[in-house]
């Protein structure tokens, strides 16, 4: 009982960290881009999907350790916010998080929910 009240206390901690990290990181890269010049669109856009990217590589460098792993909550969170080509590629390339259901399933309704906002303001994909 101890340790699993120690491992939620844990985990908490964890999810702020990286979740600060990821926020500092956004800021860095998103700034860095307007100041060179790219729209907030891209620069929101890029800054996002290479956050989510370091975090998931990041994700599966640590896996086999003993160390706190990037919560899923984040990662979808990122996924949200714009960063779901760079959930896509991680699981196609680096093969992380493939394996999960539970995951994918919410992956997929992240997917689904995006697309119908795209639609919904007349944004065709082709």
């Known amino acids: 009982m101890r340790y699993a009240l120690f491992r939620s206390a844990f985990v908490k901690h964890a999810l702020r960290a990286y979740f ?3 926020i500092g990181s956004y800021c860095c890269l998103a700034a860095g881009l307007i100041l060179s010049g790219a729209t907030y669109l891209n620069a929101h856009i890029a800054a996002i999907n290479i956050t989510t990217g370091l975090l998931f590589v990041f994700d599966k460098l640590i896996s086999p350790s003993r160390l706190a792993r990037v919560p899923e909550k984040l990662i979808l969170a990122l ?6 080509p760079a959930v896509l ?8 998080k493939s394996a999960k259901p ?4 919410k992956l997929i309704i992240v997917l689904l929910i995006q697309f ?3 639609r919904l303001f007349g ?3 082709k």
């Open 20 to 22: 600060l990290a990821a």
């Open 79 to 84: 996924s949200v916010a714009g960063g779901t």
């Open 89 to 96: 590629l991680g699981l196609i390339i680096i093969r992380h």
């Open 102 to 105: 539970r995951f994918l399933v």
């Open 116 to 118: 119908c906002i795209l």
């Open 123 to 125: 944004i065709k994909l």
